[in-house]
């Protein structure tokens, strides 16, 4: 069972889908769920829903990038564990709502598609997996697909299965 705590942290969230808080649990949950390995254990997660300026700070003091970005995850350090039999802390999730939105647009995408690929994909980040190397990317991205296919979200590469 995967928890999640969410922190709206910029009012424009409200407006981008109806009740973003649901669509965010939901597509965690259905994603935890499509990972056999891990969906029989408990786990912790939380989301920062922000905006551009945040992002823009967090992606520069942690990735060395001084610009705003759709979406970074930040793992917890292996084993962090809550108190017997409560699970384990993944990590964090943040979100900026501008660029979600700006990437939607532009990718002909509906918002909260485009919001669930990037909690996918995001949730993968924190289990370990990675898209620096063209075997990693491929990998990782056949995972989203075939997870978002489960929540009947197109596919966002939009190459043949």
């Not at 910029?10 to 056999?36: P, R």
């Not at 700070?57 to 970074?72: A, E, G, I």
Request: proline share 4%; aromatic share 4%.
């Amino acid at each position: 069972m995967l928890q999640v705590a969410i922190s709206i942290e910029d009012d424009s969230w409200q407006d981008l889908a109806t009740n973003v808080t649901s669509l965010c649990e939901s597509s965690l949950t259905k994603a935890w769920q499509s990972l056999d390995d891990q969906s029989g254990s408990e786990a912790w997660v939380s989301i920062l829903l922000t905006n551009d300026q945040q992002m823009q700070s967090l992606n520069s003091q942690y990735r060395n990038k001084d610009k705003p970005t759709n979406v970074l995850s930040f793992p917890s350090p292996e084993n962090t564990a809550m108190s017997e039999g409560e699970g384990h802390v993944l990590g964090d999730i943040a979100l900026s709502a501008q660029t979600i939105v700006r990437e939607a647009a532009e990718q002909s995408k509906t918002v909260p598609d485009h919001l669930a690929h990037l909690l996918v994909h995001g949730l993968l980040h924190l289990l370990g997996y990675d898209h620096e190397v063209d075997d990693e990317a491929a990998v990782m991205e056949q995972l989203e697909i075939d997870i978002l296919a489960t929540m009947d979200v197109p596919n966002p590469y939009g190459h043949i299965l």
